[in-house]
Structures are given as structure tokens and as C-alpha cells.
């Protein structure tokens, strides 16, 4: 996968130089003049590095990058100062509010590519580690709790539907109980990659504890994310997801799913989700409940 910067310059000739240069090493970059341009990308866009220069307006640049650093959604993302001032103290000072690097002008590419990777690269390592599961490698629920309010943002600027659906693995312990607790890791283990490989790209998919999964669907409504849920029941239920031994080990879980509808939290949504669950236990397991 390519990664997504964003350069902020007023010099177009070196923005674009720079672009056509970072395309050239797997790198897709944006570009745009000033603050007001960048902002509109970034609420559309999901970059993963921005470069700015600030010289031409500092006031502005300075109150921009307070503001990426205190938003929940872009805290994260690396800021990389491309300066024309050379000083120790602007570096300290862009430093003091949180950037991640500073380079300044006239620059070498193989400096600014070089420092690029590193942060990319430190970036991904941070992400694995804070935001994955260590035995399913699917995000984990601090992701999800991080990402679904952002999920929720953009369905509510586009007034489109949202559904989840909570997945809690059937007779899990009798498994372990069985086969023994490896066993039942090489389970989950497949049971998360048959999820990841059944949803989309845009959808979000976490492991939310135990033998327990979550999935949001963004433009989905409850029907047609319980016949999406639904195809992964089938697969799971007809396919063997580990094997040990020489054995093959099948898994079904028992569904439900919600359609987030204004008003509600995300507490009382997964709730709502969960409700299903139970009944779909009760009615006999195996089974997607709306
Ligand atoms: P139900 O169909 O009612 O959901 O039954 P269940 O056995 O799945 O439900 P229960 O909540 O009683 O048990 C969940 C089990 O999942 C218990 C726990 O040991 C097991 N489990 C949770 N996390 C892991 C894990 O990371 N690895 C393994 N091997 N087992 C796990
Ligand atoms: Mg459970
Ligand atoms: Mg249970
Ligand atoms: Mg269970």
C-alpha cells in the first residue's frame, strides 16, 4: 500500500518537484497552498504524514498545528516542519508544539526521503503496537473505540446509515476445554482472518475481548449488514479456519447487529448489538439476529 502525505507549501514548483518525487518511491503524496486548502483534504483524506511550511504565515501555521495536535482524530498523525529557517530556536520552538521533525530549505531529496521513512516507519511500529491484537494481528478495542467515533462523524456529515454487528464465537470453552488452549488461540486466530477477509477495506473490524469481534459497516443499513455477517457465518460454518494435529476445526458464532440511529451513544449502540447476541444464543446459537 502506498502512503498518503500531504505537502503544504506556497511554492508550487517545489511542492510538485517534491510530489513527482515521492511518487517515484511509493510514496503518494497531496498537495496544496495554505492552511484553508489543507484543512478541507485532510477532513476528507486520511494522510499519514503532513508536511507544511510555515515561513509565510507562522501565526496561522502555529494555531493549525495546536489544532491537528488537540483533535482526537488527527493527534497522531506526524507533523514534519520544512522550513526556510535554518535557527536552533524556530526548530525548538516547532518542536515545542509537537512536531515530529524539522528539515529546512534548500534541502537534499535523499535527507527529506530518508527522515520521511523513518517517521512512516516509526509511525506503523507505534500503530501495531498500541493499536493491534498481538494473536489475531486485528485491531484491538482501543482502536476500535478511537476509530468508531470517527466512523460516526463522517455518517453523520454524509446522513448515511452505519450498522455493527457483535460476534461472540459459540461453546468457545468447550473448545479449550477439548483441544486445549492452543488450540483454541489457532481458532481465533482463523476465526479473525475469515472476518478480515470477508469485509471491506472501509469497514472496520476489532477484536473486542475474549472470543468476542466487532464489526462496523459504514453505508450499511441492519439488513444489509446482517446478510454480509451472514456470508461470514456460512464460511466459518462450512470451512475449517484451523488445523491441528492433522484435524480440522470449525467454529460458528452467534450475531447481532445494529443500525446506528440518531440519538445514540456508542455505548448503548454496541449494546443494542449485544442484545442480539443473547438472543441469538438462546435461540440455539449460529445465527445473525437484527
Ligand atoms: P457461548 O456460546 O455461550 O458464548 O459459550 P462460550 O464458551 O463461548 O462462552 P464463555 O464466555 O463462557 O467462554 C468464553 C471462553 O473463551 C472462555 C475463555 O477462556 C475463552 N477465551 C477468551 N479469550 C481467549 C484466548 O485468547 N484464547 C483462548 N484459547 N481462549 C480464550
Ligand atoms: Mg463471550
Ligand atoms: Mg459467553
Ligand atoms: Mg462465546
Known sequence: MMNRLLIVDQDSDLREELRSQLRMDGFEADGCEGIEAAKV???EGNYELI???PTSEPNEHHFFIKEI???E???WVPVFILSQSASVEDKLFYFDLGVDDYLHKPFHYKEIKAKI???LSRTSHFEEMAFKDPLTKIYNRRFFDHQISVLLQLTQRHQTPISLAF????KFKSINDTYGHHVGDLVLMGLASAIRTHVR???LVARFGGEEFVIAFPNANAQQAAVRVNEILNYVRNNPIAEHDGEQRYVTFSSGVAQWKPGMTVKSWIHLADEG???AKAEGRNRVII
Open 41 to 43: 483534504l485532510i477532513s
Open 51 to 53: 508536511i507544511l511550511d
Open 69 to 71: 495536535k488537540q483533535t
Open 73 to 75: 482524530k488527527l493527534k
Open 117 to 119: 521513512q523513518g517517521i
Open 167 to 170: 460476534i461472540d464465537a459459540d
Open 201 to 203: 477495506s472501509s469497514d
Open 277 to 279: 447476541v443473547y438472543q
